[in-house]
C-alpha cells in the first residue's frame, strides 16, 4: 500500500474525499487529514507519503506552496492538485515544481480512480526501478573502482562525477581521499583445512559481505579476490581520511577480520589519493607499512617495465618481448593472484602508454587486453601465451606502419617542442612523454637531426623569436620571457649566437623602423 495525505481547508470535502473513494483497491491508504498546506510541510519533517492530494487555494498555505517545498526540498512525494476553472492558470504554475497531476473541480470518481490508477502504475515503476538499482549499487561500485585502477575511462571527472551521483549521493568525490590497501590471510592452507567449517567459495562470499556492511571511518570495496589474498579500496568521505589515519582505520579492520573469521591477516597500504579524481593516476607507491616479503622484486621489475616501453614505442619489439619473458621468470614463484596482479599492472601500463603516444595502435589493441583472462590464468604458460598474442599484434602493427619508428619517435619529439615552445622545455620531460630513457633521446636526435637535444631546442625557439620581433605587440624585453627564458640577459646571449645581431640590433637592422617601437 502506498501512503496518501489528503488536504482541503473545508472538513466536509477532505472527509468526503477519503471516504467516497475506495482508497484500498486501487492500492493506497489514506494515512492523515490535513486543513492547511502549512500542517502538510510542517509534517514532512517527520513523515514523508507517497502522494498529496491537495486543494491548491487554502488559507495560510496552498497546494502550490506544498508543490514548491516538496519540489526545492528533493522530497519523493508526488503532489496531485486539485482546482477549479478558475484557478486552471495558477494550477499551470505547478508545473514547475513536479506536479503529477491536476483534478478539476467538482470532482468525481471515475476521474479519481483513473488518475490515481495512473499514479499507482507510476510508483509502481519508480519502486521496480528503485529495487534494481540497489541490488546493483553493489556490483556497480565494484566495477567502478576496478575501472578506475585498471584505467581505459577516457573522460575520468565526468565518469567519476556521474557514478558517485549514483553511488554516492551527496558526496563530493574531490573532497574524498582514499587508499588501496592489499589484505593477505596467514598460514591460508591451515586455516581452510583446520578452522574453516564450509567451502573456500564460502569463505569469499562471507568476506564479501563483511565488506559490504562493515562500516567505520571508511567505505570498503573489495576490487580483487583470490583466495586468501585480495585488494581493496577505502572511501574517506571526512576529513579525517589522512595518510595515518589510513593506518588506524585498516588496523580497527585487521582486528575486526580476525575476530569475526578467526584467522590472522597481513595489510599492505600501496597506494594513497587525496581525491577520488586521483585513484588509479600513475604515482609512485607510497608504502605507508612496508613488507619485504611482497615488495623485494618491485623495483627490478618496475625498471624492466620501463625498458620494455622504451624499445616497444622505439619498434624494438623482439627486444620488448624479450624483457617480458624475464619479467615472468621474476613472477616465478609467485602466488597465482599477486603474479596475476602485477601481470595485469604491466599490461594495463602498456595500455595507457599507448593511448597516449600512438592511438592507432592503442585502439588495434583493445581486443586483446582481456583482463580477465589474466586473472583466471593457473599458469605462466597460459599468460605466456596470451600474452604472445599481444607482442604478435604489435609486430603485425610495425609491419602496417602502425607503429611509430626511430623517425617518427624525433617527428614526435618536434611536434611536442613546438606545441610548448612557450615554456621551458627538458629533455626529460620530453623523454617521460615518449617513455623512453633521456640518453636514448638524446642519441637519437643526434643521430636523426646532427643537432643535439639542446641546439635544436635552441634554434626553434630563436626562429620563434625572429617571428615575435616582428610583432609591434610584443616589446624586444618581454620575447624572452613570453618563450620561457627567465633572465633578458640569457636569451639575449643566445640570440646572438644564432642571428650575430642582439634582439633591439636585430628589430632595427631587419625591420628599418626605429621609431616605431618602444624598448
Not at 481 to 504: A, C, D, I, V, W
Request: proline fraction near 2%; charged fraction near 25%.
Amino acid at each position: 500500500m502506498y501512503k496518501l495525505i489528503i488536504t482541503d481547508d473545508e472538513k466536509i470535502i477532505r472527509t468526503g474525499l477519503k471516504n467516497m473513494i475506495d482508497w484500498n483497491k486501487l492500492g493506497f491508504e489514506v494515512t492523515d487529514l490535513f486543513s492547511d498546506g502549512q500542517e502538510v510541510i510542517e509534517s514532512l519533517d517527520s513523515m514523508v507519503p507517497d502522494v498529496i492530494l491537495t486543494d491548491i487555494k487554502m488559507v495560510y498555505a496552498s497546494g502550490l506552496d506544498v508543490a514548491k517545498y516538496v519540489f526545492e526540498n528533493k522530497i519523493s512525494s508526488k503532489v496531485v492538485l486539485i482546482s477549479g476553472y478558475q484557478e486552471f492558470d495558477l494550477a499551470l504554475t505547478g508545473m514547475k515544481y513536479g506536479v503529477a497531476d491536476y483534478l478539476l473541480k467538482p470532482v468525481n470518481v471515475d476521474e479519481i480512480e483513473k488518475t490515481f490508477t495512473k499514479i499507482k502504475e507510476d510508483l509502481d515503476k519508480e519502486k521496480s526501478s528503485a529495487e534494481r538499482m540497489e541490488n546493483a549499487i553493489p556490483l556497480l561500485k565494484e566495477h567502478f573502482f576496478s575501472d578506475l585502477i585498471l584505467g581505459g575511462i577516457t573522460d575520468r571527472e565526468q565518469f567519476i562525477k556521474n557514478r558517485f551521483d549514483i553511488l554516492y549521493p551527496g558526496i563530493q568525490p574531490k573532497t574524498c581521499s582514499c587508499f588501496i590497501a592489499d589484505i593477505k590471510i596467514c598460514d591460508y592452507k591451515h586455516f581452510i583445512s583446520d578452522v574453516w567449517t564450509y567451502t573456500q567459495d564460502q569463505l569469499t562470499q562471507n568476506l564479501v559481505n563483511f565488506f559490504k556492511i562493515y562500516n567505520e571511518d571508511c567505505g570498503f570495496h573489495i576490487v580483487y579476490k583470490s583466495g586468501d589474498w585480495f585488494e581493496i579500496v577505502g572511501i574517506c568521505s571526512n576529513t579525517s581520511g589522512s595518510k595515518e589515519n589510513c593506518i588506524v582505520v585498516m588496523d580497527k579492520l585487521k582486528n575486526d577480520l580476525e575476530q569475526n573469521f578467526l584467522f590472522s591477516c597481513q595489510y599492505k597500504i600501496t597506494n594513497y589519493y587525496a581525491s577520488v579524481y586521483d585513484l588509479g593516476k600513475k604515482q609512485n607507491s607510497e608504502f605507508l607499512n612496508q613488507n619485504k616479503d611482497w615488495d623485494s622484486q618491485n623495483h627490478r621489475i618496475e625498471e624492466q617495465k620501463e625498458m620494455m616501453m622504451s624499445n616497444i614505442l622505439g619498434g624494438n619489439i623482439g627486444t620488448a618481448q624479450k624483457i617480458f619473458n624475464s619479467i615472468l621468470s621474476e613472477l616465478d614463484g609467485m602466488h597465482i593472484s599477486d603474479r596475476n596482479n602485477k601481470v595485469i599492472d604491466i599490461l594495463a601500463t602498456m595500455n595507457d602508454s599507448l593511448k597516449d603516444t600512438n592511438k592507432t595502435l592503442f585502439h588495434s589493441l583493445q581486443p586483446y587486453f582481456n583482463y580477465s583472462a589474466i586473472l583466471s590464468a593457473k599458469t605462466l604458460k597460459e599468460i605466456d601465451n596470451y600474452c604472445s598474442r599481444i607482442f604478435d599484434r604489435i609486430l603485425m602493427a610495425k609491419k602496417k606502419n602502425e607503429l611509430s619508428d626511430t623517425e617518427n619517435l624525433i617527428t614526435r619529439a618536434k611536434i611536442y617542442i613546438q606545441e610548448h615552445i612557450y615554456q621551458d622545455i627538458s629533455q626529460e620531460e620530453i623523454a617521460n612523454q615518449l617513455f623512453i630513457c633521456p640518453s636514448y633521446l638524446s642519441r637519437l636526435f643526434k643521430k636523426e637531426t646532427g643537432e643535439n637535444f639542446s641546439q635544436y631546442v635552441t634554434k626553434v625557439k630563436m626562429e620563434k623569436a625572429i617571428e615575435l620581433l616582428k610583432d609591434p605587440h610584443y616589446k624586444t624585453y618581454q620575447v624572452g620571457g613570453t618563450l620561457g627564458y627567465k633572465t633578458p640577459r640569457y636569451f639575449s646571449r643566445l640570440f646572438r649566437q644564432q642571428t650575430g645581431l642582439n634582439p633591439s640590433e636585430y628589430r632595427k637592422k631587419v625591420l628599418n623602423s626605429e621609431d616605431i617601437f618602444d624598448e
